[in-house]
């Protein structure tokens, strides 16, 4: 049996990563963003969820995160495309990232196996992980993972991320001060991240740093 290289520890940031099987589409729809926009709040608790469809019915899905009294893992930032997605996360307890990711992968599998009546493994094998060891790569990391509808040059309708959160103060899902605190303001951090990205399209090879 084989096991994963990356060894996770509590307090350190992991570029955490995977795509539907084959490069098929794993999100159809605005339901399917939103399902697994809602998986992502709901899975992270060290206590059991119960029912996601019964969840649904809830007003205040973030503030149902909030009454949580402890979470596997923090999102810095993340970005949800048609056929991959990309968190960057901190680990909060002993084998958080991977109760997390596994939940998370089964009851989205399961979801959209059944909405559109299909069989077999959606994602591409076990998710990927790299840790981020560097502040230089956190901050491009952050950059590419809120740009990166722009890095596939996608629309933004075809996409959903944190970038929003960041430069407009939209939503409270990510722990972004973090990033935030090492520039003066949002406007300053959205130059950095634009420039960032136009870097890497100038660079051909410069996803390998993110996705080897």
């Known amino acids: 049996m084989s096991t994963r290289k990356e060894q996770f520890i509590n307090g350190e940031y992991y570029h955490i990563f995977n795509r539907g099987n084959n490069k098929r589409i794993i999100f ?7 399902r697994f926009f809602q998986s992502m709040v709901e899975f992270n608790s060290i206590e059991p969820i119960g ?9 205040d899905l973030l503030g149902c995160l909030a009454s949580k009294s402890s979470k596997l893992t923090d999102f810095t930032c993340y970005c949800l495309n048609p056929n991959h997605f990309h968190f960057t996360l901190k ?7 991977k109760k997390f990711m596994h939940r998370i992968g089964t009851g989205y599998s399961k979801y959209f196996n059944n909405k559109y009546d299909c069989n077999g493994s ?8 790299i840790r981020v060891d560097s502040n230089e790569y956190f901050l491009h990391l952050s950059a590419y993972i809120n740009l990166n509808n722009r890095v596939h040059q996608l629309g933004r309708l075809a996409s959903k991320s944190s970038w929003d959160e960041y430069v407009l103060g939209r939503g ?20 950095f991240a634009e420039d960032s990205i136009e870097i890497s ?12």
């Open 91 to 97: 680990q909060l307890t002993d084998g958080g990232i």
């Open 28 to 34: 159809a729809d605005n339901q399917d963003f939103a």
């Open 172 to 191: 409270g899902f990510c722990e972004k001060n973090i990033i935030l605190s090492q520039f003066n303001n949002s406007e300053e951090y959205k130059k």
């Open 51 to 59: 029912s996601i469809f019964e969840n649904s019915f809830k007003k």
């Open 122 to 129: 959606l994602f591409q094998g076990k998710f990927k992980a």
């Open 201 to 212: 399209k100038e660079r051909k090879d410069i996803e390998k740093l993110f996705l080897e």
